[in-house]
């Protein structure tokens, strides 16, 4: 071809139409209508990058963790440096990233268009509760890196207040702020669930996802502002001498540990319902059939936060609690069980004899299950004032809360995450490396933790990282099945980035699901639904039912 | 008298205006539950250091100033009384009697706070502030009494802290209100900054009692 072809070409060509699609992401593409933006789902993305951000800082503040206990005589890190990175690893994931993971991101974003909304009730509220949370986050995490602190998530006293070094007070005001974009968030979301949902849409045709969210923002409303005035009161102790659990005047540290974990308790619940929430969609969608007792599913929502707030006395078994109130406790805690359990069961009802589909979604779904019943059952041992005492403060504890904390809350997010990504982003990623990603998940997390538990019995204790030698075997294990984790980790951010410029295109529903935001075109248009509908179906109407006995 | 036509201005993501006022309102009492368990987490600890050292509790209640309280609890009843009016006068659309209502309401709160300082600079004179470390400690002998005495401070800044919050309030909201067409378009906003202020007597009302009446 000589140049003059190309001019010729070129001339035949008609002027190309651009057909700028009227979805969120299009609507305006300015970098600053993000920033100013109250969309609901535009502010979900917000949530999305930003936690992602802290989950990565989290991440590899637990691969320094891990690799210190490589050797059993924590020659890698001082003990001082060692403590500081454990206290930001939990913090950041803690308030940084498990708190807001599923309901201010997947939340934000499907709750409106779940319910049939044009928005949440408060977006503009809904845009402050991202600027409180990224301004006392990236505080917080400067403050932990550059000063330091180690205290533990947990800041005790009089740890906290009297002996430590590090910038607590600092970090403590960070988690202060925090709570407040907890606080706004569950607000928006309990009132957009009561006031803002389409007509027919009762509170029984509500997906479950919405209940997981609804019953995770009373708890946040309810026991965030506890949390507050502990911390504040720590902070005028420390701060200004205004002694409340000071034992040098009688006052009582463990009267601290009760505030605390009247918030800390719970808060696991917030972490974990959203996820559950998420699994009843998983499930549905992928079995192709109805849920499976939708009522219990729902109530046993509630019934988990009711509960939930009446078992913290379960972590002073031993920090001198009476015998009575740890009895009280104990019960406590093995009935909050029964509604979890509850929902396990519903969902396997809901698998059988479906027509399952092992996609993404569901491996992670699966994966799920088996990763959320050891850390439950695990968590009733825990539970027992008398197998507390022997594996108390030890790496068991620390492997319980793990399989909640990831094996359920990350998992969750991940797998809601692939769930909904072609509705998010308009784009399908690469089901095989999604597949890969999912089992690779499920294998890393196991080689990691299981050996946790068997120290934990052994007798290792948490915090510590000088160790005896012969548990030098079942760390290096754990610390290898780190490694695996963070491939699992790095795998889907690759791929789903790489998906968003050269990924498929889906449609408004690429695994046939039901719900209201699989009705809508994938990415969704600014405001949702051209009309509010008007909803007439049950949930979960799909082809399959329960199968007679 | 004149009278103006009442009513709200329709945000986007509402249907109805019944619907945005229900809204707002669920929202407000949302906000003031948790504000609720924001003070019991104090009110729980007075009780405990109670239960742990009745009698140095008891020493430091008898140095609170029974009377400032008790007068001061007054003017927040009579505070409420005056946010009273001037919701009622907003939904009847008496514009100028709401305003002046908010007004005598703010006045009211800033009456209390004069007040809660003349008692705080008695508790100073009286050597009743043991975080004060340069300054000698009425109850020295009586370690534990500092704890109750603290939590007096603490308890009663913070409420402090959301009655200010409340004054501001009040008065950018009769400002505001003071405006031709306001009711015409915002008239909930009086009702949801109403509810804001009797909450805070609200609390007052436990705060009194949980720290002036229970330990005398
Ligand atoms: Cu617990």
Same mark, same amino acid.
């Given at each position: 071809m000589?140049?003059s072809d ?19 992401l ?20 917000l949530? @999305? ?19 210190? @206990?490589?050797?059993p005589d ?7 440096v060692?403590?500081r ?11 940084f ?6 309901p ?15 928005d949440?009730?408060f ?5 402050l ?14 403050v ?6 180690d205290t ?7 740890l906290?207040t009297?002996?430590?070094n590090?910038?607590v007070?600092?970090a ?14 569950g607000?928006?979301?309990v ?15 509500l ?8 019953a ?10 506890v ?18 659990f000071?034992?040098d ?11 605390f ?11 974990v ?8 969609e998983?499930?549905?969608?992928f ?8 009522k219990?599913i729902?109530?046993s ?20 609690e ?18 979890s ?17 092992l996609?993404t ?7 799920w ?12 041992m825990?539970?027992?004032t008398?197998l507390d005492?022997?594996?108390h403060?030890?790496?068991f ?9 990831v ?20 784009r399908?990623y ?17 080689m990691?933790f ?29 610390s ?5 984790l ?10 789903l ?16 699901a039901?719900?209201?935001e699989w009705?809508v ?7 949702n ?10 949930p ?5 039912v329960?199968?007679?006995? | ?20 006022r ?9 906000f003031l539950?948790?504000?609720l ?8 600890s007075a ?11 008891t ?25 009273s ?8 659309g ?5 305003v002046r209502?908010?007004l005598?309401t703010?006045?009211?709160?800033? +009456? ?9 600079y008695?508790?100073y ?11 000698r ?6 370690p ?13 800044? +913070? ?5 200010t ?16 067409g ?17 909450f ?17």
């Amino acid at each position: 071809m000589t140049p003059s072809d190309y001019v010729l070409r070129d001339l035949e060509v008609p002027p190309p139409v651009i057909d700028v699609p009227d979805d969120y992401l299009h609507a305006d593409q300015s970098l600053w209508s993000w920033f100013v933006t109250t969309d609901h789902k535009r502010i979900g993305i917000l949530y @999305l990058v930003s936690i992602t951000g802290f989950f990565i800082l989290g991440s590899i503040a637990a691969g320094l963790v891990r690799l210190s @206990l490589v050797v059993p005589d924590g020659e890698i890190f001082t003990n001082d440096v060692y403590n500081r990175l454990f206290t930001l690893h939990g913090v950041i994931m803690v308030w940084f990233f498990l708190v807001p993971s599923i309901p201010n991101t997947l939340g934000n974003f499907l709750l409106p268009l779940m319910i049939g909304a044009k928005d949440l009730a408060f977006p503009r509220l809904n845009l402050l509760s991202w600027y409180i949370f990224m301004g006392a986050s990236l505080f917080t995490v400067f403050v932990m890196v550059w000063g330091g602190v180690d205290t533990g998530w947990t800041f005790y006293t009089p740890l906290s207040t009297q002996y430590s070094n590090g910038w607590v007070l600092a970090a403590v005001f960070g988690v202060i702020m925090v709570g407040f974009s907890s606080i706004l968030t569950g607000l928006n979301f309990v009132v957009t669930t009561h006031k803002l949902r389409a007509p027919g849409m009762t509170w029984f045709r509500l997906p479950l996802f919405v209940w997981g969210n609804y019953a995770t923002s009373l708890i946040l409303v309810l026991a965030t502002p506890v949390l507050t005035i502990a911390m504040i009161l720590l902070f005028v102790e420390r701060a200004f001498g205004l002694a409340i659990f000071d034992p040098d005047h009688g006052g009582d540290p463990v009267l601290f540990q009760h505030l605390f974990w009247f918030y800390s308790h719970p808060v696991v619940y917030v972490m974990v319902l959203p996820g559950m929430g998420v699994m009843s969609e998983l499930v549905t969608a992928f079995a192709y059939k109805k849920i499976f007792g939708y009522k219990f599913i729902a109530f046993s929502s509630l019934g988990i936060a009711a509960i939930g707030f009446f078992v913290w006395g379960h972590h002073m078994f031993y920090n001198g609690e009476s015998p009575y109130a740890g009895l009280t406790f104990s019960l406590m805690s093995f009935i909050v069980a029964v509604p979890s359990a509850i929902k396990v069961y519903n969902w396997a009802a809901t698998i059988y004899k479906g027509e399952i589909r092992l996609d993404t979604p569901m491996l992670y779904a699966m994966g799920w299950i088996g990763l959320f019943v050891i850390g439950g059952v695990t968590g009733l041992m825990l539970a027992s004032t008398a197998l507390d005492g022997h594996v108390h403060d030890t790496y068991f504890v620390v492997a319980h809360f793990h399989y909640i904390m990831v094996g359920a809350t990350v998992v969750a997010f991940l797998g809601g995450i692939h769930f909904w990504w072609p509705k998010i982003t308009g784009r399908m990623y690469s089901e095989p490396w999604g597949r890969v990603s999912a089992l690779l998940m499920f294998i890393g997390f196991n080689m990691t933790f299981l050996p946790q538990y068997v120290l934990g019995y052994l007798g290792m204790p948490r915090r510590y990282h000088v160790y005896p030698p012969a548990f030098q075997p079942l760390n290096v294990l754990s610390s290898a099945g780190a490694v695996v984790l963070a491939a699992a980790y790095i795998f889907p951010m690759v791929y789903l980035i790489y998906s968003l410029w050269y990924g498929e295109r889906a449609g408004p529903n690429p695994w046939e699901a039901k719900g209201l935001e699989w009705t809508v075109p994938s990415p969704p248009p600014k405001h949702n639904f051209e009309t509010i509908p008007t909803v007439d179906f049950e949930p979960y109407d799909y082809p399959n039912v329960i199968p007679e006995a | 008298m004149s009278t103006t036509t009442v009513g709200i201005k329709l945000e986007e993501q509402f249907e109805s205006e019944q619907q945005q006022r229900e809204t707002a309102k669920l929202g407000m009492w949302t906000f003031l539950a948790t504000e609720l368990l924001l003070f019991s987490g104090m009110f729980i600890s007075a009780l405990v250091i109670r239960t742990l050292h009745p009698d140095s509790v008891t020493a430091v209640a008898l140095h609170l100033k029974f009377w400032i309280g008790a007068t001061n609890t007054a003017v927040l009843i009579l505070s409420s009384f005056c946010m009273s009016v001037a919701i009622e006068s907003s939904r009847l659309g008496l514009q100028r009697i709401m305003v002046r209502a908010m007004l005598l309401t703010a006045a009211l709160g800033v +009456l209390f706070m004069c007040l809660k300082g003349y008692e705080y600079y008695r508790d100073y004179v009286e050597h009743m502030t043991p975080f004060l470390h340069w300054r000698r400690y009425e109850l020295v002998g009586d370690p534990a009494s500092r704890l109750f005495t603290d939590l007096y401070f603490i308890i009663t800044g +913070l409420h402090a802290i959301h009655l200010t919050i409340g004054i501001g309030l009040m008065l950018v909201m009769s400002w505001l209100a003071s405006r031709a067409g306001f009711l015409q378009k915002h008239q909930n906003r009086i009702e949801i900054v109403g509810l804001y202020w009797h909450f805070i007597d609200l609390i007052w009302m436990i705060v009194f009692p949980t720290l002036y009446l229970l330990n005398r």
